[in-house]
Structures are given as structure tokens and as C-alpha cells.
């Protein structure tokens, strides 16, 4: 079984005027030990020993693409699990993405970690569009794309949800008739073949998902269990949203056993973001 997890960490898990996260981090990553890590927002992790660093200490070896206009992302992996090739999508993402194949015994599994733009619906469009390429090029029927997408997905109403967020930030998420909820990035990759394993699993009734709770006392509702912005730490610029996905090739849905937010202890504080873990029928070859 792989456990796969993505997770926007905030800055590198270090504020500038608040409190240095990065113990926070590692701790959940620690406890939720997942097989392959994506991460995001890694400010600062391109300096020398910094990524090596926080590999050690959770116990995976990373891959880091770097970013020229925004933040680096990376995507981990823990042994046994064997890498066939790395590297990074080399188009001109805002932040960037990171492509790591793997050896499975059901034949190579490619997982990209990203991180779309978060100001403009038109600029993620542009990037879901060369993202879905990559994945297109990918060997075999096994590809997942994990990251924050910063798009809401496309089979929601969120005209209420939008409309909460402070004007700064809603322009963010509306298309340029002001009115509009813009979820075309989501809705290219969807159209490009991909699965969203979250909705995939709430069409099937046989698989888990939930809000994993570490801590009852903030256990969320129903309408709540899969939102991953905000959390407790803050987030202005979000009104309680669902913005980090886990897309795989159909190939890859039919091998999806569990899928959740992980809430409550550590996470509410580690991040402005939750982390979302799926667990997937696959062992390394």
C-alpha cells in the first residue's frame, strides 16, 4: 500500500513577524509517514542543507524544483520505494512543479507536485494546461498530480463562499466579469482525463473519507470534511476552501482505498493549509 500525501506548508514553515513552524511540520509528517510527499510554499528551501535537512529528519529523500517568480515545491519519497527518474516541468510556472517516476508492481508510477499562481484564474488555466500535457507524456496508465491548484473545483456552487472573502482576494477567484467563479484550471485537468480522487470516493461508498481528527475538539462538519484552507494558524485569504488536490489517471482512481483531510492537533497550527493523505493499492517493485 503507498500512502500519499500533499501539504502547503506556508512559507517554508517560517514567518517572517510570527513563529518558526518548521518542528510543527516535521512532526506531522513524522506521524502521518507518508510513502510520498508533496510539498509546497518551501521559501528558503534552495539554500544549501536546507531540504537534505528536513529530509533527514522525516526520513525521505527529496526532489526540489525550483521557482522564478515564486516559491520552490518538492516531492519526497521514502525507501524502499525506488526512483526511476526526476526532475522538474520545465515550463514558466508562477511557483513550479516537480516530476518523480517510481517503480511499482503495477508498472512506473509518475507523481508531479505542484503549485499553481494564486492571483489570476487565467494564468492557472494556462499552467492546468501544461501540467495535463505533462502528465500526458507520462509511461504507463499510473500518474497522480498533487498540489495546491488554488481553484475550486467545478461541480460545487461556491458564489456564497467566494462572495465572504475580503474583495482583495475574491478577485482572485472570480473570472473577469466579476461575477463568475473561475474553476477552469481544475476543469482543464479533469477534461485532460484526470480523476479527482476526493469526489471519486464520494461517489463510491465502499471507500473512507473523512476529516481524520486528531483532536475532537476540531473535528469539522460535514459540509467542512474535505475544505483544507484555512486552518487555525489563519488565512485571510480564505473562507473555508477546498484548494489542494489529488488528481490521478483513471488507472490510478481504481486503486484509491482511502482519501482524507487530516485535522485537529499539530495541523491546525503547523500551516495555513491542511494536508491531504490517500492511500492507494500499489507496492513498491
Given at each position: ?14 514567518d517572517?513577524t510570527g ?6 511540520v516535521c512532526?506531522?509528517?513524522?506521524v ?6 508533496a ?5 528558503g528551501?534552495d539554500?544549501?542543507g536546507?531540504l ?6 522525516v ?6 524544483a525550483?521557482?522564478c517568480?515564486?516559491q520552490?515545491v518538492a516531492?519526497?519519497?521514502?525507501p524502499?520505494?525506488?526512483i ?12 513550479a512543479?516537480?516530476r ?10 509518475t ?11 487565467l ?11 505533462a ?14 491548484l ?10 456564497d463562499?467566494?462572495a ?9 477567484h ?6 463568475t467563479?473561475?474553476?477552469r484550471?481544475?476543469a482543464r485537468?479533469?477534461?485532460?482525463g484526470?480523476?479527482d480522487?476526493?469526489?471519486?470516493a464520494?461517489?463510491?461508498p465502499?471507500?473512507?473519507?473523512g ?16 475544505l ?6 489563519g ?12 488528481l490521478?489517471t483513471?488507472?490510478?482512481?481504481a486503486?484509491?482505498?482511502?482519501v482524507?483531510?487530516?485535522r485537529g492537533?499539530?495541523t ?10 490517500a ?7
Open positions: 500500500m503507498l500512502r500519499m500525501m500533499t501539504w502547503n506548508i506556508r512559507t517554508g514553515g517560517r517572517r513563529p518558526d513552524r518548521r518542528d510543527l512532526r506531522v509528517v513524522t502521518q509517514a507518508p510513502d510520498v510527499l510539498v509546497q510554499e518551501l521559501r528551501f539554500r544549501p536546507v537534505a535537512g528536513f529530509a533527514d529528519r526520513g525521505m529523500r527529496p526532489h526540489l525550483r521557482s517568480f515564486g520552490p516531492v519526497l519519497v521514502r524502499p520505494w525506488r526511476r527518474s526526476a526532475g522538474p516541468v520545465r515550463r514558466p510556472l508562477h511557483h512543479a516537480q518523480v517516476e517510481l517503480a511499482t508492481t503495477a508498472g512506473p508510477l507523481v508531479f507536485g505542484t503549485h499553481l499562481d494564486p492571483y489570476t484564474g494564468r492557472r488555466r494556462i499552467e492546468a494546461g501544461w501540467l495535463a500535457r502528465v500526458g507524456r507520462a509511461p504507463g496508465e499510473l500518474a497522480l498530480l498533487a498540489g495546491d488554488n481553484t475550486l473545483d467545478p461541480g460545487t456552487d461556491h458564489a463562499r467566494v465572504r472573502l475580503p474583495a482583495a482576494y475574491r478577485r482572485r472570480l473570472r473577469r466579469d466579476g461575477r467563479v473561475d474553476t484550471a481544475v485537468l479533469l477534461a485532460a484526470l480523476v480522487l476526493w469526489t471519486h464520494a461517489g463510491s465502499e471507500l473512507p473519507r476529516g481524520g481528527p486528531a483532536d475532537p475538539a476540531h473535528a469539522a462538519g460535514p459540509a467542512e470534511v474535505g483544507t484552507a484555512p486552518t487555525r494558524h488565512g485571510g485569504e480564505f473562507s473555508g476552501m477546498r484548494l489542494d488536490y489529488l490521478g483513471p488507472a490510478l482512481a486503486r484509491l482505498r482511502d482524507h483531510v487530516v492537533g499539530d491546525e497550527y503547523a500551516s495555513d493549509h491542511y494536508p491531504v493523505v492511500e492507494l493499492d500499489l507496492d513498491p517493485a
